[in-house]
Nanobody, 124 residues
């Protein structure tokens, strides 16, 4: 069983920045692909960003490309999401997830484990 714990969410003004962290308890973290997804009230959970096991491949949703950066530290078993130039439409609960395919998948169905989420609120 893998536990993922997100942190770093909060309230920020439009144009501001936040860095989310996701700490994993998994023994296979260094070979797991990791992803960030988000869900706004009344909406489906959407892909945000993903990274493969080595950190050499990343994927981003078009809506965040150029503003968000995903990275990972395998020694700390942690994945990060640096979010810059935040917009009100970025407000959501952000979830991290891990997949044993080791890939930077965009598809939520590829991910076996999910965190509980961290709230990001962006004021205009």
């Amino acid at each position: 069983q893998v536990q993922l714990v997100e942190s770093g969410g909060g309230l920020v003004q439009s144009g501001g920045s936040l860095r989310l962290s996701c700490a994993s308890s998994g023994r296979t973290f260094s070979v797991d692909g990791m992803g960030w997804f988000r869900q706004a009230p009344g909406k489906e959970r959407d892909f945000v960003a993903s990274i493969n096991w080595a950190g050499t491949t990343t994927e981003y949703a078009d809506s965040v490309k150029g503003r968000f950066t995903i990275s990972r530290d395998n020694a700390k078993k942690t994945v990060y999401l640096q979010m810059n130039s935040l917009k009100p439409e970025d407000a959501a609960v952000y979830f991290c997830a891990s997949n044993r395919r080791a890939s930077a998948s965009r598809w939520s169905g590829d991910y076996e484990y999910w965190g509980q989420g961290t709230q990001v609120t962006v004021s205009s």
